[in-house]
């Protein structure tokens, strides 16, 4: 063998040997605890699904997965933290429309919306609920909400814009105002305003007990139907107002996924989605089941992209490109 020979085949042994060594971990994927990242904190919707997930896919794969509760930045810091991990699967998580559709509008980011991830599919959607706290005594109905709206800017918290498009279409359709007030958890949101210092929020699962117990009064539902627990409570658009917040808790993990990889967590997720005790879990919070694929996934964000980021810009919460 030339010189030229041997070095070429010096060079190229190691190649061989990590691809053989990238196959055997393949193979033996997972062989250690997954982590589970959510961009919000413990007790609302989207860590109960999280949770719920969770616990089925430890099932599956015989080991630990652990939900790794990262709130902060509108919802962003999960979504970073899962695009700058390794891609081997032993990180994916909840990668949701505010991170993908809101984020980009209103802030700058660690990540690259659609080239940072392999998205996985699709397991739920979250319920929204427009509610009126103790700050707003007078307020009965969604009329009443308006009126209010009008007289006087209310205060709106929320954990990420996203899931107020339809406070903000209300707004920009009737004419009442919003100051939107930011924060990290949910529950805390809630707390604050069933404590009355702040007017309404963006209410998830964690609202049913605090309108049940009389602590808030919900005025409308804002997403696309009616909660279970509040059938009599009707929707924005079946009370003339043609907005509806949809909120898909959607699930990816680092781009660069090796394919075999990718399919297995993608099998897992969605069966965990299909689960009648996980599917339990999440009708018992409102939450709506929503099972789907990859593709089935990618098209729900296509249909749904447009009006959110119509509804940010018309509300002004679009920060301005240069």
């Known amino acids: 063998m030339n010189r ?44 109960l699904v ?67 991830f392999d998205f996985l599919g699709c397991t739920s959607e979250l319920r929204i609920g427009m509610p009126a706290g103790p700050s707003l005594p007078q307020v009965r109905t969604l009329a009443d909400f308006i009126a209010e709206g009008q007289r006087r800017p209310l205060t709106l918290a929320s954990t990420n814009p996203g899931s107020a498009v339809s406070f903000f279409e209300l707004a920009r359709i009737t004419g009442m105002r919003v100051n939107y007030v930011p924060f990290g958890s949910i529950t805390d949101a809630a707390s604050q305003v069933a ?75 969605i069966a965990a989605a299909r689960d009648p005790e996980v599917q339990a879990r999440q009708h018992a919070a409102s939450i709506a089941p929503r099972p789907l694929g990859r593709d089935e996934t990618m098209s729900l964000l296509r249909q749904v992209r447009p009006g959110v980021e119509a509804a940010l810009v018309a509300s002004g919460m679009a920060r301005r490109r240069g």
């Open 4 to 47: 030229r020979g041997l070095l070429g085949g010096l060079l190229s042994a190691p190649t061989v040997r990590d691809a053989m060594a990238q196959g055997q971990a393949e193979a033996r994927w997972p062989s250690r605890e997954i982590s589970l990242v959510t961009g919000f904190g413990p007790g609302g919707g989207t860590d």
């Open 50 to 116: 999280a949770r719920a997930v969770a616990a089925h896919m430890e099932k599956t794969f015989g080991v630990s997965v652990l939900v790794r509760n990262t709130p902060g930045a509108g919802g962003t810091l999960g979504p970073g933290r899962i695009a700058q991990s390794r891609p081997d699967g032993y990180t994916f998580g909840l990668v949701g429309l505010s991170a993908l559709v809101v984020a980009p509008l209103t802030m700058d980011l660690p990540y690259k919306p659609w080239e940072s």
């Open 195 to 269: 404590g009355g210092h702040v007017d309404t929020y963006t209410g998830t699962s964690e609202m049913i007990p605090l309108v049940k117990g009389g602590n808030l009064r919900m005025v409308a539902s804002a997403s696309v139907d009616r909660w279970p627990e509040f059938p009599d409570v009707p929707t924005l658009i079946e009370q003339g107002h043609e907005t509806a917040t949809r909120q898909p808790i959607v699930w990816a993990a680092p781009a660069g996924l090796p394919a075999p990889t990718r399919e297995r967590l993608e099998a897992a997720l």
